[in-house]
């Protein structure tokens, strides 16, 4: 069974709309985390969250606003939408926000603005 | 600031072959020190970790790492590749607390028979 679910797989979305990315995770961890993948560019850390807060925001634009209504929950989500927001977004979890933690990544969703 | 180079975008190896896959880093202190591996379609799985302390590090699946502070590599090495190890497969290390990892841009490997 999946460790940490990510809904959707996949999405499609218009530009200027916006969408709401979800992640649970079931591992009993206390931090966790969104890191997005585009084309050509290595895979880029976005926030950390330990238990429900803020830790780090990497993300320069505040139309992306994570959303963590539950210790094991942390959505993604991301206002007018742009075509250069395509990429896979995965979400991650680790027992701790340490730099010696463990890091568990979901299976991504896909997202594809057009 | 931590960096992560992989040198080679893609590697190609026949089955049965050995692979090495090369990674370079930039850290200042400690570097904990991660590959991961992801296959078409899927999210990153860990193959091993680095801690301090012994420089070789065995991971799943017959992967091991040796870790190199003089020369900040950490090189993956299998020695004996199997067509279910065609992947990407990326480096990281372990930024400061509460920020992630930092990941290079991986490398492609194709198997062939």
């Known amino acids: 069974d999946p460790k940490i679910i990510q809904k959707p797989k996949y999405l499609v979305a218009v530009t200027g709309s916006e969408k709401i990315l979800i992640c649970e995770q079931y591992l009993g961890h206390n931090a966790m985390y969104w890191y997005r993948q585009s084309a050509k560019k290595p895979l880029e850390f976005m926030f950390s969250?330990?238990?429900?807060?803020?830790?780090d925001n990497q993300t320069a634009s505040s139309r992306f606003q994570p959303q963590s209504s539950k210790k094991n929950h942390l959505d993604l989500q991301i206002t007018a939408l742009k075509p250069d927001d395509s990429a896979t977004y995965f979400c991650a979890s680790s027992q701790d926000p340490g730099t010696d933690s463990d890091y568990t990544f979901g299976s991504g969703t896909r997202l594809l603005v057009i | 600031a931590q960096s992560v180079t992989q040198p080679d975008a893609r590697v190609t190896v026949s089955e049965g072959a050995s692979l090495q896959l090369r990674c370079k880093y930039s850290y200042f202190g400690t570097p904990y020190l991660f590959w991961y591996v992801q296959y078409p379609r899927q999210g990153l799985q860990l193959l091993l970790k680095?801690?301090?302390?012994?420089?070789v590090v065995q991971g799943v699946n017959g992967f091991e790492a040796e870790f190199s502070k003089s020369n900040s590599s950490f090189h993956l090495r299998k020695a004996s590749v199997h067509w279910s190890d065609w992947a990407v497969y990326f480096c990281a290390v372990s930024k400061y607390y509460a920020q992630g990892l930092t990941f290079g841009l991986g490398t492609r490997v194709s198997v062939f028979p």
């Open positions: 969250y330990s238990y429900q807060k803020l830790m």
């Open positions: 680095y801690y301090p302390g012994d420089p």
